[in-house]
């Protein structure tokens, strides 16, 4: 109930902000509002209320009229219709096994919930000489970290209309996670435990621009990293323009996993698929939406113990309608129960949590994916057509088999039965 409060709270405050200031107004006469920390202090706490790494955690006055707030210096803020935010398009690919050195073994003493620690597991197992391409002989060394002071710069970056809008920026502060350099670039890492929808380009942009902007000859390689299911995924982006916030583009993703390989034979999964029990789809909770299944098995582990939607939103850092779909999504796999508002893990849940990630708790959850006739039927079509989807076939199941559903949800669904059968090709072999 606390985060539900908050985001209530947070709501109720920019609502209020926007109606003493005209904000609305300002805007549509001017393209841009500018607002202090002052400001927003009678109100609320500035810094709980302007940074949102996320669009699905904006305040819903911000995301209903499709604003953003960006810091313009410390204490400063400009309101208006920018293109903030990055989709993170996260693909499904088999983890590549790095080891960790046997002489270490603080990590195995510890659980790996923080980003900062499951850095430091990239750089032991040499994740990060794999991203930044290093020579044998020089591998990466860490470099600037934490809060530095952003220096000037102005950039451009693109407004809902297409327009573009010169953004000035004095002496704001800068988050870099993880920075580091071997001989041949730079390296600059936003980290995150889970993995998100998007992201606020701002995290990579400002970073590269400080590193841009010391004049170093060597190329400034931005990544996003995730860590979630035990997997480590760097999602590699460049600026085609210095100056341009808005010219993001992807280059590759780099998946890994550590002390293990992800081999589950396919002709045991076959065998799983042809002992389908083929259950009906149910009317008690909707059919899953969540296209990025990493997540919903990450959800796993926070079920066990009763939480609301609100209470796994403030895990996730994201809104409490998504935090509802990965839960309703577990329960779709028949490992969790919902009662009076919380889900919890039942016995078969617990069973599976109590496994790393690995063949034999994935060969469990790929049982119970292909347990349901819509799962069961994709995956088949997968393996008569060599591996590739057949949506209009996948369409056909969804409409016939899953009750209370239609039109434009149809699609939107079949992109999530796509997105769960590659991660089951993602670990079999």
């Given amino acids: 109930m606390a985060k539900q409060k908050a985001e209530t709270k947070a709501n109720v405050a920019w609502q209020q902000i926007f109606d003493k200031y005209d904000i609305l107004q300002h805007i549509q006469n001017e393209g841009v509002f500018s607002i202090t920390a002052d400001q927003i202090k009678p109100f609320y706490e500035p810094r709980l209320i ?8 904006l305040p819903k006055l911000l995301k209903s009229n499709h604003l953003a707030i960006l810091p313009t210096n410390r204490g400063t803020y400009s309101i208006a219709p920018f293109k903030a935010y990055k989709k993170l398009d996260v693909k499904i690919m088999k983890p590549t096994p790095m080891p960790l050195p046997d002489w270490i073994q603080t990590f195995d003493k510890f659980d790996i919930t923080s980003e900062a620690v499951a850095l430091n597991v990239a750089k032991a197992t040499g994740m990060i000489d794999v991203i930044m391409n290093s020579p044998e002989e020089f591998p990466a060394v860490d470099t600037i970290t934490g809060r530095i002071g952003s220096g000037d710069f102005n950039y451009n970056i693109a407004m809902r209309d297409n327009s573009i809008y ?11 996670d993880a920075g580091f350099e071997n001989i041949d670039s730079m390296a600059v890492i936003e980290a995150k435990s889970h993995i998100p929808d998007d992201f606020m380009i701002r995290q990579l942009y400002h970073p590269y621009r400080v590193y841009y902007d010391l004049g170093i000859d060597k190329p400034i390689l931005p990544f996003y990293f995730t860590y979630a299911d035990e997997v480590y995924n760097f999602y590699q982006y460049e600026f085609k323009d210095y ?7 992807s280059v590759r993703q780099f998946s890994f996993i550590v002390d293990k390989t992800l081999n589950l034979n396919i002709d045991v999964v076959k065998e799983i698929s042809a002992k389908s029990p083929m259950l009906p789809e149910s009317n008690d909770f909707p059919y899953p ?9 990450d959800t796993i582990k926070y079920l066990d113990q009763p939480r609301d939607k609100y209470e796994l939103a403030e895990q ?4 409490s309608r998504q935090s509802d779909y990965y839960a309703n999504s577990v329960r779709f ?5 919902k009662e009076h508002g919380k889900y919890q893990l039942n016995e078969l ?20 994916i292909l347990s349901h006739i819509t799962f069961k039927k994709a995956f088949d079509s997968y393996i008569r057509n060599f591996g590739e989807a057949d949506d209009a076939y996948i369409e056909q ?21 796509k997105q769960w059968i590659n991660w089951i090709f993602s670990v079999i072999v």
């Fill in 333 to 337: 796999l028949g490992l969790a129960t």
């Fill in 316 to 319: 996730f850092s994201f809104n």
């Fill in 349 to 368: 849940g617990r069973q599976v949590n109590a496994l790393p990630n690995s063949n034999a708790r994935n060969q469990l959850i790929i049982k119970q």
């Fill in 243 to 249: 100056n341009n916030y808005s010219s993001i583009q």
């Fill in 166 to 176: 010169n953004f000035t920026v004095k002496k704001a502060q800068v988050e870099i």
């Fill in 397 to 417: 199941v969804l409409g016939k088999y899953v009750p209370n559903i239609s039109g434009s949800t149809i699609p939107r669904r079949v992109s999530t039965v």
């Fill in 50 to 57: 302007t940074k949102f790494d996320w669009s699905t955690s």
């Fill in 289 to 297: 939406q969540a296209n990025t299944f990493p997540m919903v098995l």
